[in-house]
């Protein structure tokens, strides 16, 4: 079996699994680069015949090192291409496709926890700003998608999958039918951001809440940054970070943090407790 096949086969035990679209595309790249590896140095792409000394080999090339500009990727990314490999290769040897694992030896590198992205409290305001100075429906669209994920610390693909009946005014809370590890669940809502939705629901009718894509979602966050000031680059999930950390030094509250973010496992949160280095600063009387 070549490692088209196998890769095919593999994304599909990814889907009976639930796991999410994302994480299954970051399969796909990761296997997707050994394959162009092996075609361009002229090797068999039989994942049979792929052993741990190519691994290592493609690992140590270029093509794994390298980001598209040339410039060296983090080890965070590294380390995210050698758990693919340990994956998809663990799956073709419990599938039966391979005599032995030829990940087997393919090991993480040490490295510390990259810093949360997040806006500064000064940042959201001048976002919120910009946002609300903005005229016709596509602002008006934007505004709402921004604020609620700023306001609830839900995922992006968790706010555009939102139906206008998944919306409980009365109880004040979302259905989120689109979550990581596919389980729905409810967020509560402020009073204000209920106050933007009733708005923002007036006449409409059935169907998607926000109907745009992931990437448009991007596009419009970074120019409406832009147009705020903002000049580093900021993600939809930096809205999710910005929501825990100011939840987080609210309360000082890690588990109300987990809850809020939907954490399955509390060691997910314990990152926004090490960002604040203002909590640090003043324990130490600096």
């Known amino acids: 079996m070549d490692i088209t096949d196998a890769l095919s086969k593999y994304l599909t035990q990814l889907r009976a699994d639930g796991r999410s679209p994302h994480t299954a595309g970051q399969y796909r790249r990761h296997i997707t680069l050994l394959a162009s590896w092996l075609s361009g140095e002229k090797r068999s792409d039989a994942v049979e015949e792929i052993d741990h000394e190519t691994l290592a080999q493609f690992l140590s090339s270029p093509s794994a090192r390298t980001r598209p500009d040339g410039k060296t990727k983090k080890a965070t990314t590294a380390n995210a291409l050698r758990t693919s490999l340990r994956t998809f290769f663990k799956y073709c040897h ?32 001048r976002l919120l700003l910009a946002l609300a100075e903005g005229k016709g429906p596509a602002a008006e669209r934007d505004r709402m998608l921004f604020v609620l994920m ?137």
Not at 97 to 120: D, W
Not at 224 to 238: L, N, T
Request: glycine share 10%; proline share 4%; with cysteine.
């Open 94 to 125: 419990d599938g039966g496709y391979t005599r032995s694992n030829p990940a087997r030896l393919v090991r993480r590198a040490l490295c510390g926890t990259p810093p949360i992205r997040a806006l500064s409290d000064e940042e959201q305001g």
């Open 150 to 286: 700023l306001g609830s610390g839900i995922r992006v693909g968790s706010a555009l999958a939102l139906e206008v009946g998944d919306v409980d005014l009365e109880r004040g809370e979302l259905q989120l039918r689109t979550t990581k590890g596919n389980v729905p669940t409810s967020v509560p809502l402020s009073r204000a951001i209920c106050d933007h939705l009733r708005g923002y629901l007036t006449g409409r009718g059935n169907g998607l809440l926000f109907p745009v894509s992931s990437r448009h979602a991007q596009r419009r966050l970074e120019q409406w940054c832009k147009r705020a000031g903002i000049e580093h680059r900021v993600r939809p999930h930096d809205l999710r970070h910005s929501f825990a950390i100011r939840i987080y030094r609210k309360t000082r509250d890690l588990l109300l943090v987990q809850q809020a973010l939907r954490h399955r496992s509390i060691a997910s949160t314990t990152v926004y407790a090490r960002t604040d280095d203002a909590a640090v600063r003043a324990a130490v009387g600096g």
